[in-house]
């Protein structure tokens, strides 16, 4: 709840906003079949089908190849530890005895509505001893088919569904291990059960939120129906995983089907220069790290019509009509660029710290001061004629223009605090170890917008407009950091977002890995994501 506010402001709505720099044009078809992303390695097109959920292919079922790397890579050995070796848990799956099958060969498992089949996987497997691996499946009740010097077993309504896609698209294996979803049957098999789960969500969240039932609801629906709307415009979603660089990835890709918002926002995103990282504070420590472009292109109207859902939350009596009008200058004005660097001690639990400092880019400075009042001097009214409520808490808000000035730049604060009136003393004790008071200082000026947020803003905010305008020395990335931002911008991502892991840890606590990266972007009209944890 303590950075609530800003995190509806800037990153639930800043997708929506890219319409002021010129986007980039791809020359990649979004209709083009599933194909690597830059950081991946090559992989074959795979057909569509109707009725397969997801595929796995294995280069060998002697080992899950690529995974076990990357976990050995965190934690040498630990793969034998952790991972079941593949000829058992195919056995198992499938009730039958695997020995006339070359399990040092590559594997492909498809899955299909378990709803639908009791038996949901078929296998293809190269025969060692075709005779015997026939003659197994048979005892098992499933059918044997051969082709291209492989075997698919299966049941006989499964294996007559898949044995197309099967023998055409899995035939020849890849270099690593990889995964396919086909997220629009997924959905299909599932949008009930999904339903159900975050209506129980919703449920458990307001009893926590001191029952504020409509806007918890509000805000499970409008996730529900951004997951709906991915699932339905996706064609098909990868993961492939291995090493790379000393660090372990985990790859995503995302295949938008043509016409899509999910293409629209794909086709926007961009390699990112983090033209405003080094605008930051010089600072020796990062918990976490945000840095790059966010871009949307055609996509903005459906994800500011998200975003406005979202904000709902926050400001449940306001209609969509205000909210739009209150946020369009001060989205009209950001350009997409932004850094943030926060630091969290989390040692004592009890009492945790945390600042923040967030530069946006701003092709207006004026445009977006004068969004950014607006809409603060909208959020204090709330409380004028006593507490505002937020997610069915109770805040005394206030906002101060001109709070201060720091080298000529107007700054204004804004603040909430928590009302306790209605709460009793458990309940207080709670809250004041949450830390939902806060207060953040802004200031727009030059190409950029500064928000710091912590019970030390002021110290914050002049340290970040003196690092904006060249007064002070700017952050200077270091070590491990340094080199996940390097291959950030080597893979031509637009976003890059990294957690040191080793210094949230409370000291003494032995942790397996000490920064964890996320990289974002696109590649021949497919969104990517990256995720790497290095030791």
Known sequence: M??????????????????????????????????????????????????????????????????????????????????????MVLAQTLGMDLSGANLDAPISVLVVDPKKHSKPLAMLVTP????????????????????????????????????????????????????RIYPDVVLAAFKDDLHGAFQN????????????????????????????????????????????????????????????????????????????????????????LFSGDLRAGSARQPLMDFSLKIMSVVMPSDGDEVMTKMLATWFESFDGQVAVNMNMDIANPQTPKFDATYLMGASDAEMMRTGWREMMRHMASRSKDGPAEMMGMKFDIKFEEKALEVDGVEVDRYETKLNLTDMNQEQRAMMAAAQVDQRMH????????????????????????????????????????????????????????????????PSGVPIPFKLVTMGFGQERGALTMRMSIRK
Request: glycine share 6%.
């Open 442 to 505: 802004v200031a727009t000026f030059d190409d950029v917008a500064v928000m710091s947020l912590s019970s030390n803003s002021e110290t914050l905010v002049k340290s970040a407009i003196e690092a904006a305008r060249g007064k002070a020395p700017g952050y200077e990335p270091t070590g491990a950091i340094a080199a996940a931002l390097a291959r950030s911008t080597s893979l031509k991502e637009s976003l890059v977002f990294t957690v040191d892991v080793g210094a949230l840890a």
């Open 201 to 288: 969500m919703s449920q458990l969240m307001s009893q926590q939120q001191n029952g504020a039932s409509s806007a918890v609801q509000a805000m499970m629906l409008a996730y529900e129906e951004m997951i709906l709307a991915i699932g339905d415009q996706t064609q098909v979603m990868e993961m492939r995983v291995g090493t790379a660089d000393g660090a372990s990835d985990f790859n995503f890709r995302m295949q938008p089907k043509a016409g899509t918002t999910m293409a629209a926002l794909a086709q926007a995103q961009v390699p990112s220069t983090h033209a405003l990282l080094r605008k930051l504070p010089k600072s020796t420590s990062g918990s976490f």
């Open 2 to 87: 303590r950075i609530l506010l800003f995190c509806v402001l800037a990153f639930s709505t800043a997708f929506s906003t890219s319409s002021c720099k010129k986007e980039s044009k791809d020359k990649g078809s979004n209709s083009e079949p599933s194909t690597a992303s830059s950081s991946a390695g090559a992989s074959r097109p795979i057909a569509k089908s109707d009725v397969v959920l997801a595929t796995v292919q294995l280069p060998t079922g002697a080992k899950i190849e690529g995974l076990a790397n990357a976990i050995d890579n965190i934690q040498p050995g630990a793969s034998a530890a952790m991972l079941p070796t593949v000829p």
């Open 128 to 179: 060692s001893d075709a005779s015997k691996l026939e003659a197994a499946a048979k005892a098992a009740g499933l059918v044997y088919v051969a082709k291209k010097k492989l075997a698919l077993i299966a049941d006989a309504a499964v294996a007559e569904s898949v044995q197309d896609i099967a023998f055409a698209s899995l035939a020849t294996p890849p270099s690593e291990f990889l995964v």
